[in-house]
Nanobody, 123 residues
């Protein structure tokens, strides 16, 4: 059974930093591209970042580029998102997702979504 458990969210002031994590089980983590997505209150879910199986390729949405860093540990089966220079508009529930297919970048496997971790940026 595929499971993802996000953690590390919290309340942070604008300009602050947080690192959120996603521990996974039930599949071969190193076989899959992984994604971070987020959903702000009253808004649609949006993609934040993705990372290739071995971490050599990454991509970010424009609004977080230069502030967020995605990484992974294929021994610990864990995905990370280091978030720096946080802004109020980064406030959202953050989820990690695996790709729907192994060894290629093919899109989200929505069934892999966990409960998310809340990030709130406010003074």
């Amino acid at each position: 059974q595929v499971q993802t458990v996000e953690s590390g969210g919290g309340l942070v002031q604008p300009g602050g930093s947080l690192r959120i994590s996603c521990t996974t089980s039930g599949f071969i983590f190193s076989d899959y591209w992984m994604y971070w997505v987020r959903q702000a209150p009253g808004k649609e879910l949006e993609w934040v970042s993705w990372i290739s199986q071995n971490g050599d390729e990454t991509k970010y949405r424009e609004s977080v580029k230069g502030r967020f860093v995605i990484s992974r540990d294929n021994v610990k089966n864990t995905l990370y998102l280091q978030m720096n220079l946080l802004k109020p508009e980064d406030t959202a529930l953050y989820y990690c997702l695996r790709d729907r297919r192994p060894r290629v970048r093919g899109g989200f496997d929505w069934t892999s979504r966990g409960q998310g971790t809340q990030v709130t940026v406010s003074s």
